[in-house]
């Protein structure tokens, strides 16, 4: 009986997107499970080029997970190599868009945030009523692109509530979805997320390097390699806050990808049964007043 067992144990590693055990209702999600289907995630926001991206997903739907007051770039602290880098492009796209670059990156992506000055979420409450409006799924990134294995109970409490507030203020409603900034997370993250009644936590199976300075080209690649990937799922991590990504990367991938059949949809789509809805309803929306500050 255990010579059986141990038999079958090998298979398991090549079962694709299963998910994480449950913890306390909270689950870890690093790929779509929907074949054919594929979930673009922008982090960061909001600035201004959320519409942008929007537009580019030519019909289809993202996810957006927000960090609403977006610190100054002389505030953020350096960016931890919390994963190993995304495999490189292994090929070239065959047809690049026809404002293909393969420059290096300049400076002014060479660092995560550097060069914008990001905004606050309610400078921008239109535009996340609009995309929640239009079906797109909106999550939390923390209040201050906090790394969570840096903070206590208490501080990551904190970072999570405040974003709570602002959906709460500007939807009505509380978000149950969540990525960790740097993917960074740990046990405490997760038991504080579970206890705020958060469902799932976003990962990624592909990361396009948009804010770690990488070029167009190479966030083409990244694109390239999953059109060649169909129909199997995947979960892309882009970011709203670069503006080739919504000028470039995406106005070229977007269409191939549809073209080549893949469905773009948001992350609680994909998941197929085990997703849910992304937000827990608190009341109707406010209106802004004084209190909608950062
Ligand atoms: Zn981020």
Request: aromatic share 10%; net charge negative.
């Amino acid at each position: 009986m255990l010579g059986s067992l141990l038999a079958l144990l090998p298979v398991v590693g090549f079962v694709v997107a299963t998910p994480t055990p449950r913890q306390n209702g909270l689950q870890t999600i690093s790929n779509c499970e929907v074949s054919g289907q594929i979930a673009l995630t922008f982090d960061d926001g909001p600035y201004i080029y959320e519409t942008d991206v929007a537009n580019a997903l030519n019909g289809g739907l993202g996810t957006f997970f927000l960090n609403p007051p977006s610190q100054l770039p002389s505030q953020l602290p350096s960016q931890p190599p919390s994963k190993p880098p995304s495999q490189p492009p292994s090929q070239p796209p065959s047809q690049p868009p026809s404002n293909f670059t393969s420059s290096p990156p300049s400076p002014l992506r060479a660092n995560h945030h550097q060069g914008n000055n990001y905004e606050c979420i309610y400078d921008h409450y239109q535009t996340i009523r609009d995309l929640h409006a239009a079906g797109h799924t909106l999550g939390s990134h923390t209040w201050s692109h906090a790394d969570m294995t840096t903070l206590d109970y208490n501080g990551i409490s904190q970072e999570l509530e405040k974003v709570e507030t602002a959906f709460i203020n500007i939807l009505g409603l509380k978000p149950l979805y969540f990525r960790p900034p740097y993917g960074s997370i740990n046990d405490l993250a997760l038991q504080v997320l579970a206890d705020r009644g958060y469902k799932k936590v976003f990962l990624w199976s592909d990361d396009i390097g948009d804010a770690n300075g990488e070029s167009v080209s190479y966030s083409d690649g990244v694109y390239w390699n999953i059109i060649n990937d169909y129909p199997n799922p995947h979960l892309v991590l882009d970011h709203s806050t670069i503006q080739t990504t919504s000028s470039e990367v995406l106005p070229w991938a977007v269409p191939q990808l549809q073209s080549k059949g893949y469905q773009l949809v948001a992350v609680d789509t994909c998941l197929g049964a085990n997703g849910e809805w992304p937000y827990e309803w608190v009341g109707n929306p406010g209106n802004p007043d004084s209190s909608w500050t950062c």
